[in-house]
């Protein structure tokens, strides 16, 4: 199963969607991109400005991702030429349909040369995304957000 950022701040930090994103991924390997590792410290940082957690459960969000990467409870692909060409074919595959910005479409080619179905994403151009290049999608039906 292929995470993107933002359920992977829900596994981070307390969220509505937290307690039924972990029980869905119980006994799923987990797999995200190496650009998790960038776009999860700017949404810690982000929920920290915003109110929503203080420096402290910043801090220990930022530990306990880095502890999941060194336990191996997910593992990262490397972004490389190869990920960028895909995502720029998938924008343009999207195209007009989908407004796909570039790092989402850097998640989607990443999910999709890394084979780890389904791409597990809240994210509703992500989603429209996935399901515009016939990637399978969790949640299917949970109402996603823009």
Known sequence: MYLDTGILVKLLTPEPETAFIERELIGHSLVSSELALVEVKSALFAKERAGMITAAQRVKAETKFATMISDG????????????????????????????????????????????????????????????????????NLPVKV
Request: glycine residues 2%; aromatic residues 4%; positive net charge.
């Open 73 to 140: 409870i997910f593992k990262l692909t490397n972004l490389n030429n190869h990920t960028l060409r895909k995502a720029t074919q998938i924008i343009q595959g999207c195209h007009p349909k989908v407004p796909l910005r570039a790092l989402d479409a850097l998640h989607v080619a990443a999910c999709d040369l890394a084979q780890d179905f389904p791409l597990c994403t809240t994210d509703a151009r992500m989603h429209a995304a996935a399901k515009a290049m016939h990637i399978p999608v969790f949640p299917e």
